[in-house]
């Protein structure tokens, strides 16, 4: 997860909404200076974002990059596919290497 995504939306979508820190903060039982420490460590926990994205009109997924997920997950399975990909060549190379060396015992061709 990428946290400054996260913290730079909320921050976004309430300047946004008209809607301050303080009072973003009071709505969901935290003082600012409590929603500015939870946010600058980085320690958001699930249930103040989902209060969160109830104050502000959204959805939690509204604070992720969900496209940017989607290609990570594009390029993992593109990666996956060529590493397959190259272990089957490599067995077939073996197989090949395996089959020239009959070939040139058959023929009195050694090495």
């Known amino acids: 997860m990428d946290i400054d995504l996260v913290i730079r939306r909320i921050n976004d979508l309430a300047k946004e909404k008209n809607i301050s820190i303080p009072t973003l903060a009071a709505s969901i039982g935290l003082t600012r200076s409590g929603l500015n420490k939870m946010l600058n460590r ?27 997920s989607s290609n990570q997950m594009k390029d993992i399975e593109r990666k996956d596919r060529a590493i397959n990909e190259l272990k089957l060549l490599t067995k077939q190379v073996e197989i090949l290497s395996d089959q020239a060396k009959i070939v040139k015992k058959m023929f009195g061709i050694e090495p």
Request: charged fraction near 25%; avoid cysteine.
């Open 42 to 68: 980085g320690d958001l926990k699930v249930s103040n974002l989902l209060l969160i994205a109830e104050k502000l009109g959204v959805t939690p997924d509204h604070f992720f990059d969900i496209s940017d």
